[in-house]
């Protein structure tokens, strides 16, 4: 069993900049492929951006160039920096660790509870 711990949110002003981390714990594998997605009010959950066990990356278009994801294999850890925050960035951010064991994206995951960002104009 696996466990993701997710922290960093909060509210912020737009403009603003925010790391979330998440840790997975328990019999981790490190070079599990590792995420973020967002759920707005309303909205359906939709991806942010992944990364490989190899250090692929990949970002949905509304976050180019504005957030940055990273990991520590050491700690079991991803990291989401989000720079240049906008309102429509509010939402309930949650870290996945996919189930593939060499590291790849399957899109079989194990989910955090998430974390919320709000951002206020």
């Known amino acids: 069993q696996r466990h993701l711990v997710e922290s960093g949110g909060g509210l912020v002003q737009a403009g603003g900049s925010l790391r979330l981390s998440c840790v997975a714990t328990?019999?981790?594998?490190?070079?599990?492929?590792m995420g973020w997605y967002r759920q707005a009010p309303g909205k359906e959950r939709e991806v942010v951006a992944t990364?490989?066990?190899?250090?692929?990356?990949n970002y949905n278009d509304s976050v180019k160039g504005r957030f940055t994801i990273s990991r520590d294999n050491g700690k079991n850890t991803v990291y989401l920096q989000m720079n240049n925050l906008k309102p429509e960035d509010t939402a309930d951010y949650y870290c996945i660790l996919d189930l593939d064991p060499e590291g790849l994206l399957s899109g079989m995951y194990y989910w955090g509870k998430g974390t919320q960002v709000t951002v206020s104009s």
């Open positions: 990364i490989t066990g190899s250090g692929t990356t």
């Open positions: 328990a019999n981790t594998e490190a070079i599990n492929a």
